[in-house]
């Protein structure tokens, strides 16, 4: 009997995707090791600690008893980053260049993983990383008789500068708040590498996909697995409308790349029938007009995740207008609640909504679409609840094993030569 190969899995922090993609890998037999930088499990000193307030967060890197023999980790990067954050040394967070920063704590793992590749390689087939964090390890692996696959939870930095660098251009009133031109020429070459080193790509959505075609070479084929949606809120209750207004939600960094501009102009003389809230932290201080706009608004800086959904799950519909992302899981965690999502072509949107149905596509960069549909909403709103239940239904067709199913499935028929 020919044994199953076996990969190692990659990722910094372990988010919601990384771990979905680890009970997927660890039900198909195909995971060999995880490396990140903090795991915590029940019953262990860490855990205990993570019960001290000021280190609640160690909690996030909680991981189920199962994975424990497959974990290593690489702790002090990563736990500097967290105590300072705290205490807001921003020196040390400096992008690229801080000790502490988020870029040195990737390239701290990347490098700790090629070393194991370079001593332990005969025991896997292949290194599954993500994004800004494979580089070395890729590099050693070419070293050896294995293979690299790589994850892009975002879209070509390429694509991404053309396109917000128009929107820079002509909305200078919130050019400042667009972070995505402080990258470094040599992080950018490292990022290009990576992907030329890669043997199979993995992206969330349609749009993904296409912002590599402007990478310059040629590519390892790219798969589109979509990520799963949270459990379904089936205790939904909807309100009648009566005379109340309609309210609308956006979930999200505070910056234009998520469009806030065009939703602030959307709903701007609405404010008889639509009642706006935003959630999320941006530099109000540098970007007067997002100073203004919230002003104006329901404004909530930060929330737990749990609050979060109790929040979509109170709102008639939640609008998602980003002119930049490679798949927004606000979108799917709205629609878990029953709550329909506005988003753009620029989303996973078109990958898991259906337009009119359980949800709207709009164009990204205008506010005239999404005025069009509220004013419609204004005059029909039982066209919302309608969409929620459908948004609902759809949820629950996709749970996150669907993903975790479909990832690694993929992944092991790529390992045995099956693509």
């Not at 102009?265 to 007067?288: F, K, Q, S, Y």
Request: glycine share 6%; charged share 25%; net charge positive.
């Amino acid at each position: 009997m020919v044994q199953q190969k076996k990969i190692i899995l990659l990722h910094p922090t372990g988010n919601m995707n990384t771990r979905a993609a680890l009970r997927g890998f660890f039900d198909a037999g195909i995971l060999g090791r995880f490396d990140t930088c903090i795991a915590c499990f029940r019953n262990t000193f860490l855990y205990l600690l993570s019960g001290i307030p000021f280190l609640k967060d160690l909690r996030r890197r909680e991981y189920p008893e199962y994975l424990k023999q497959f974990v290593r980790t690489r702790p002090m990067r990563e736990a500097g980053r967290q105590i300072v954050s705290r205490i807001k040394i921003k020196s040390l967070l400096k992008h690229e260049f801080g000790f502490f920063c988020i870029d040195k704590v990737c390239r701290d793992l990347d490098k700790h993983v090629a070393k194991t590749i370079k001593h332990h390689h005969e025991q896997f087939a292949a290194v599954y990383a993500y994004d800004n964090c494979a580089f070395d390890t890729f590099s050693e692996v070419k070293s050896h008789n294995m293979k690299c696959i790589l994850d892009m939870p975002t879209g070509y930095w390429k694509a991404m500068r053309e396109l917000l660098s128009e929107e820079r251009e002509s909305n200078q009133a919130w050019a400042m708040t667009l972070r995505g031109f402080n990258d470094s020429e040599e992080k950018l070459r490292r990022k290009d590498l990576e992907l030329a080193m890669a043997d199979k790509i993995y992206v969330a959505s349609s749009f993904t996909k296409k912002t590599m075609e402007l990478y310059p070479g040629k590519l390892a084929e790219i798969e589109v697995i979509p990520y799963g949606f949270p459990p379904v809120r089936r205790s939904r209750v909807y309100q009648p409308f009566g005379t109340r207004k309609i309210k609308a939600l956006f979930v999200g960094g505070l910056s234009q790349q998520k469009g806030l501009s065009y939703l602030f102009e959307a709903v701007n003389g609405l404010e008889n029938h639509i009642e706006l809230t935003i959630v999320g932290r941006g530099d109000l201080d540098g970007c007067p007009a997002l100073e203004s706009a919230l002003e104006r608004l329901n404004y909530i800086p930060s929330l737990p995740h749990n609050e979060i959904l109790d929040l979509m799950s109170e709102h008639d519909l939640f609008i998602f207008p980003s002119l930049f992302d490679g798949f927004g899981l606000v979108i799917t965690e709205a629609m878990s609640q029953g709550t329909p999502v506005i988003t753009t072509e620029r989303t996973c949107g078109p990958d898991i909504i259906t337009h009119g149905k359980d949800g709207w596509i709009v164009k990204a960069g205008s506010a005239k679409p999404i005025r069009e549909l509220l004013m419609d909403f204004i005059r029909h709103p039982e066209t919302l609840q309608e969409a929620g239940r459908n948004a609902m239904m759809t949820a629950a067709s996709r749970p996150w094993n669907c993903y975790e199913q479909e990832l690694a499935a993929s992944v092991k028929r790529f390992l045995n030569g099956n693509c």
